[in-house]
């Protein structure tokens, strides 16, 4: 099993920046894809950004192309997500991925560990 543990969420304003931290455990070993998917009150999960092992292939949703940056450390088994230039759009429940598949992936169903998620809140 792995167990995925985000931290950084908060309130922002407009224009502002946060860090999103996911820590995993157990058997990291088997994490290979990893990725961010938000969700916003009455509406569907969403992808965010997804990165492979190496952190040489990344995809980003087109709302967040160019404000975010997905990354990951596997000494530290940490996957982060700089955000930058934050929207009020951007408010949702950030949600950590993991799974054992190679190749990045942009859909919730090609993710088997999930986090329980942190609130981004971003004010006008």
């Known amino acids: 099993q792995v167990q995925l543990i985000e931290s950084g969420g908060g309130l922002v304003q407009a224009g502002g920046s946060l860090r999103l931290s996911c820590a995993a455990s157990?058997?990291?070993?088997?994490?290979?894809?990893m990725g961010w998917f938000r969700q916003a009150p009455g509406k569907e999960r969403e992808f965010v950004a997804t990165i492979n092992k190496s952190g040489g292939a990344t995809a980003y949703a087109d709302s967040v192309k160019g404000r975010f940056t997905i990354s990951r450390d596997n000494v530290q088994n940490t996957m982060y997500l700089q955000m930058n230039s934050l929207k009020p759009s951007d408010t949702a429940v950030y949600y950590c991925?993991?799974?054992?598949?190679?190749?990045?992936?942009?859909?919730?169903?090609?993710?088997?560990?999930w986090g329980q998620g942190t609130q981004v809140t971003v004010s006008s």
């Open positions: 991925a993991a799974d054992d598949g190679v190749l990045i992936q942009t859909s919730p169903s090609s993710y088997h560990y």
């Open positions: 157990g058997r990291t070993f088997s994490i290979r894809r």
